[in-house]
């Protein structure tokens, strides 16, 4: 079975409560987002996390939520502090193929109420999809992230975005290695090239990957006159469906932290602003910069010298054309 990604499941699959019912379920649902603000908050260690909406789990600043399967199903709660802007997340999960595993993440409102949520799930070795929530507001966001498969196998949440700036090299852990365990297959990916464009697909994901030296000047995130045709080939392909699409920024290890996380968030707005000007709906787009933490090639040798071309690898700029919504 092939992993799927749900935007929302419809509300026909909800059974019908009587309204006396639901108003005393809205009531306490109000009474305990009003507690959590008095509250402290759990620190979040590896693999513990709180199952009770009064106690939500603290996301750490790496924005990296992640744990093993119960063998079964559970449902835990954090909370994170964020500001008006694109909340970027990536779920994943990893365990032996052919056992079922989902993983939902439920944005929920001052109610205790879904007010968004996606979910993947699928039998396969390993899957993973990106989503953006859009942030109007500074202040506690709580969410609820639902996670059902075998003992064996680990599921993995990454928050950033300029809704939540992180901090750390985050990433998903490595699952623990296993005496005499087969080691869990990669997710398939097929990579093409359409002139300067990297095509990366795997299940629910199509990447256009374009080194960022091509499209903006050193420490500088206004676009260059020489992207404009590499820029009109991503737009068309954009044109031409109704995907959610989220804007990648990425660097390479040389220079602060900050500098970097800065850097690539305002480079990844520049082709958002090009690409709504072009015509494509900006509903449909979100940002994030990952600064320095997500490299796709070593910024060093093995030697510990400089790698100028795994670096130049490094800075770029991807479009995620999130295929299964």
Same mark, same amino acid.
């Given at each position: =079975?092939?992993?799927?990604?749900?935007?929302?499941?419809?509300?026909?699959?909800?059974?019908?409560? /009587?309204?006396?019912?639901?108003?005393?379920?809205?009531?306490? !649902?109000?009474?305990?987002?009003?507690?959590?603000?008095?509250?402290? &908050?759990?620190?979040?260690?590896?693999?513990?996390?709180?199952?009770? &909406?009064? /106690?939500?789990?603290? &996301?750490?600043?790496?924005?990296?939520?992640?744990?093993?399967?119960?063998?079964?199903?559970?449902?835990?709660?954090? %909370?994170? #502090?964020?500001?008006?802007?694109?909340? =970027?997340?990536?779920?994943?999960?990893?365990?032996?193929?052919?056992?079922? $595993?989902?993983? @939902?993440?439920?944005?929920?409102?001052?109610?205790?109420?879904?007010?968004?949520?996606?979910?993947?799930?699928?039998?396969?070795?390993?899957?993973?999809?990106? /989503?953006?929530?859009?942030?109007?507001?500074?202040?506690?966001? &709580?969410?609820?992230?639902?996670? *059902?498969?075998?003992?064996?196998?680990?599921?993995?949440?990454?928050?950033?975005? $300029?809704?939540?700036?992180?901090?750390?090299?985050?990433?998903?852990?490595?699952?623990?290695?296993? %005496?005499?365990?087969?080691?869990?297959?990669?997710?398939?990916?097929?990579?093409?090239?359409? !002139?300067?464009? @990297?095509?990366?697909?795997?299940?629910?994901?199509?990447?256009?990957?374009?080194?960022?030296?091509?499209?903006?000047?050193? #420490?500088?995130?206004?676009? /260059?006159?020489?992207?404009?045709?590499?820029?009109?080939?991503?737009?068309?392909?954009?044109?031409?469906?109704?995907?959610?699409?989220?804007?990648?920024?990425?660097? #390479?290890?040389?220079?602060?932290?900050?500098?970097?996380?800065?850097?690539?968030?305002?480079?990844?707005?520049?082709?958002?602003?090009?690409?709504?000007?072009?015509?494509?709906?900006?509903?449909?787009?979100?940002?994030?910069?990952?600064?320095?933490? $997500?490299?796709?090639?070593?910024?060093? *040798?093995?030697?510990?010298?400089?790698?100028?071309?795994?670096?130049?690898?490094?800075?770029?700029? @991807?479009?995620?054309?999130?295929?299964?919504?």
């Amino acid at each position: =079975m092939s992993a799927t990604v749900h935007p929302a499941r419809s509300a026909a699959i909800a059974p019908a409560r /009587r309204p006396n019912a639901l108003a005393l379920e809205l009531l306490c !649902g109000a009474a305990i987002f009003a507690a959590i603000a008095l509250l402290p &908050v759990l620190a979040l260690g590896a693999d513990e996390l709180s199952t009770s &909406v009064m /106690r939500p789990s603290a &996301v750490p600043a790496n924005g990296v939520v992640a744990g093993a399967f119960p063998s079964g199903e559970a449902r835990y709660y954090f %909370a994170m #502090d964020v500001q008006p802007g694109d909340l =970027m997340t990536q779920m994943s999960y990893a365990g032996r193929d052919g056992a079922p $595993k989902e993983v @939902e993440l439920e944005l929920l409102d001052g109610s205790a109420r879904v007010r968004d949520h996606y979910w993947i799930h699928g039998s396969e070795p390993s899957a993973q999809a990106t /989503r953006g929530f859009p942030i109007d507001a500074t202040g506690r966001q &709580v969410f609820r992230l639902r996670v *059902k498969g075998p003992e064996t196998g680990r599921f993995c949440l990454e928050l950033g975005g $300029k809704a939540f700036p992180t901090t750390g090299d985050g990433g998903c852990p490595a699952p623990p290695a296993t %005496a005499g365990a087969p080691a869990t297959a990669p997710p398939t990916v097929k990579t093409t090239r359409a !002139g300067s464009l @990297e095509i990366v697909e795997s299940r629910c994901e199509q990447r256009l990957r374009v080194g960022s030296d091509l499209f903006f000047d050193f #420490d500088s995130s206004s676009l /260059r006159h020489e992207a404009e045709p590499t820029l009109g080939q991503i737009t068309e392909r954009l044109t031409g469906s109704q995907f959610p699409v989220a804007i990648e920024g990425h660097t #390479d290890a040389k220079g602060a932290d900050d500098y970097n996380q800065h850097l690539s968030e305002e480079r990844a707005g520049s082709v958002k602003t090009y690409l709504v000007a072009h015509g494509v709906p900006p509903t449909r787009l979100t940002i994030v910069g990952w600064g320095k933490r $997500k490299p796709v090639a070593p910024n060093a *040798k093995a030697d510990g010298s400089d790698d100028p071309d795994g670096r130049q690898r490094n800075r770029r700029v @991807e479009i995620v054309i999130n295929t299964c919504v």
